[in-house]
């Protein structure tokens, strides 16, 4: 007997999936959820702030803006103005004539930036997928994360940046936060394997 | 070693206790902040208790559902009865993707079944890549916890591991340096690796992804460079969607960090696709039993409900202090306790249920509300009937069952056992509780804060 049925065996006659779900879906429910009373902007602002998450924000108001944005931030916190921009053409086609932009992700030191497909107010997450447009390797290499995301994408909960069931990108991710780690005594040490800077900058 | 043994060691061991003090002070302090900005933590706890439930009972529709909808993302899935079938498909993989060098990231699962072991038999390199996994790789040492698997390492002694086998070591010996000296160590290491090893904290039935939760980041690291990305997981790990998924992990970091969430929450389904610049080319699911459908079988299936969030250790007074080494197996603290016998067997772990002074912390503190006392009375009385205890402990044990049985007459000793804890306790700590001395001798028990745990049970306060 192979291993699968062997387990499958044990665990006995199963039920068939369509039958579970509305029980499934009747135990989440409403699922409870932590306070959080206030505008969602501003929680999410407020969430980016957070010691845990140390990320700074700026804001502007169309697309066109982010090329003088992004510059500030390399000027002020990078030295460099030098930039690993991922293939995507609503980013390549913007003026860049400020900045250097990479052909490869800096490992270790540099800036890289993404697009967020949402932002989540109630924990302060930003959320991302992986496309041929958007590979997820160089927002964990570099050393400065700097994130778009528009202001209509902000949300309110977790809940509300869910993907439906069905086909997922390769892979989704939540960054709430820069990395960080308190392996050694308990102190908190930021920027342990992955990023340790984060700046958000909301458009619109 | 025995556990006595091993006890005594732990006791005598200063800079133990220090390490244990500072890392499960912390740990409570946060988790409790983080409770009181979520009020409805209690009602959320039994749900999440329900789901998980749900899901045991109904283990192999959601199984069966993981691994088409996993299938249909591209990865491969492999079952597994035991670990040593479990690390012999993980060999295997590694084998046929020519793989010198693994890249792990922190899964307690594969702890469980041994794969640091099955790797270095196989000469394959491993490279732990969470930095307390790092430092106990060093060390040669094993977890002793299952959130700071190196909660017992003083920074002295971390400055001389990575001083002595760092390529570029730090200059000061400051907790800052030391974590920039293995980010440029582990980094490459990270970098070049054939393969990436995961566990899993969740895997979700209806989307077929894989989901796992780090601080460091360095998951993800470890897992997209690499051609091959194996996880291996635990069956009790199906949830059957995001949402499910999604009211744990709230629950989980509270519970472990007391942080809202976890840095990096990270869904996989499946391999590199095409156009990806990055990416795996195969992706492998090995789902582990392990003991866990006897578990199921066998009066243990609310311990399935453990989403491994260390809660239970850090409240607990015996963990606070002799740490997880002495427990002797793959998981410490009350959870461990539970654990150890149904995986290493009774004989030589049932020392460790005895090693509880059933005061009901754990079952508090626990996100999925495993009533962690009744299963450890469960071990005691099993291995009272099996003959395993000596004549002393059997007389003890034996009143104290039989009380145990019949829920009045318990509640009514331990509330008198609580005024009397109350007048001999001193700064908060009793030496001898003399209704059970059977198994409290060499114990101490805390002072106990507001009527029993039973009382507040009954209250309806759980
Ligand atoms: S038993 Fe409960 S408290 Fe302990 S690790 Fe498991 S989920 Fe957490």
Redo the contacts with the bound molecule.
Sequence with gaps: MSARDAILGKLGPARPIADLTAQADALIGHAERPLLDGDTIDLFLAQLDQPSIAATHDAVDTLGDLPAAVTRYLDANVGARALYLPPDPQLLDLDWQSVTTLHSCPVDDGAVLAIARAGVAETGSLIFETAPVAPMLPNFLALHHLVVLHRAHVVRWLEDALLPAGPQPRAHYWVTGVSGTTDIEGQYVRGAHGPRFLHVILVG | MSFAERVDAALHDPLLKTAIDRATGTAQAKRAAAIAAFPSFEPARRRAAAIKDHVIANLGAYLAAFEANAQAAGAAVHWARTADEACAIVIDICKKADAKRVARSKSMLGEEIGLPHALEAADITRVETDLAEHIIQLAHERPSH?IWPALHKTREQVADLFRASHRSPQNEDTIPAMAASARRQLREDMLSADVGISGANFLIADTGAVCTVTNEGNAELSLVPPRVHIVTAGIEKVVPSMRHATHLLRL?AR??TGAALTQYTTFYAGPRRPGDREGPEEMHIVLVDNGRTRMRDEGLAE?L?????????N?CVVFRQIGGHAYGGT?P???GA?LTPALDGLAGAKDLPNACTLNGK??E??????P?PTLLRGWREKSWREGLEPVTMRRGLGLWAWAAKRPALYRLGTRVAIAALRRFGRRGWIARLPLASGWTDGRDFPRPEAGSFMARYRKGER
Excluded at chain 2, 305 to 310: E, K, L, V, Y
Excluded at chain 2, 365 to 370: A, E, H, N, R, W
């Design positions: 299952i989980l519970s472990a311990m409900r453990c989403i491994r969030c260390g809660a239970c250790m409240h998981y603290g009350p959870m539970v754990c079952r503190v626990c996100p999925v509300d495993i962690l």
